[in-house]
């Protein structure tokens, strides 16, 4: 089965239960940009689509086409199957048919190997390489220092080095109390 979000499992979920499977009315929660960019993804996987609405019989309008006409969401098939609903045309496939995502692998068929992720590589002259140089420095770097030279927030220089070095890019921060300096964090050289 298809990955998909959480919002987007309530959106087809609602349509599957309407007899036209229009996808509208949205949740209460999604509005705005962050509606426009849920249901530009699930456009853009096929899992719904823009159908002219019929205006006359009250369906409700996604947007508006610009020429006194708009536009309704309609659940597809694939945004059907993708949350586990099988459609009548899906029940009759052509005979011999088979669905590739339930055949399993010869036992003794050799599997690629998956690409490793490709690595992360700060670019140069930015706050985010400047944290990290002053971090490799024999000496290290304390909060108040890499405040004054990147211009961040204290929580900004924490949250940086805890999220974007630590999680994103696997580098090892290491800290200790330093007498009449305070907390110093380090990198290991590179």
């Known amino acids: 089965m298809t990955k998909i979000s959480d919002t987007q499992a309530i959106i087809l979920s609602a349509a599957a239960q309407r007899e036209d499977r229009i996808a509208l009315p949205l949740p209460e929660s999604l509005r705005g940009g962050a509606a426009a960019?849920?249901?530009?993804?699930?456009?853009?996987?096929?899992?719904?689509?823009?159908?002219?609405?019929?205006?006359?019989?009250?369906?409700?309008?996604?947007?508006?086409?610009?020429?006194?006409?708009?536009?309704?969401?309609?659940?597809?098939?694939?945004?059907?199957?993708?949350?586990?609903?099988?459609?009548?045309?899906?029940?009759?496939?052509?005979?011999?048919?088979?669905?590739?995502?339930?055949?399993?692998?010869?036992?003794?068929?050799?599997?690629?190997?998956?690409?490793?992720?490709?690595?992360?590589?700060?670019?140069?002259?930015?706050?985010?390489?400047?944290?990290?140089a002053m971090l490799r420095a024999p000496d290290g770097a304390t909060i108040e220092e890499i405040m004054a030279a990147t211009g961040w927030q204290s929580h900004t220089v924490r949250g940086a080095m805890a999220g974007a070095l630590k999680k994103k890019l696997g580098l090892e921060v290491t800290s200790e109390k330093v007498e009449n300096r305070g907390r110093v964090y380090k990198l290991p050289a590179a």
Do not use: C, S, Y
């Open 37 to 132: 960019k849920v249901v530009g993804a699930m456009l853009a996987k096929g899992f719904l689509q823009e159908v002219d609405a019929d205006m006359l019989k009250g369906e409700t309008v996604w947007r508006e086409t610009g020429d006194g006409h708009g536009v309704t969401l309609v659940a597809t098939e694939a945004g059907l199957t993708a949350i586990g609903i099988e459609t009548e045309d899906a029940k009759t496939a052509p005979a011999g048919a088979t669905d590739a995502a339930t055949e399993e692998p010869e036992p003794d068929t050799p599997t690629e190997p998956k690409a490793a992720p490709k690595a992360r590589i700060p670019r140069e002259g930015t706050k985010q390489a400047t944290l990290i």
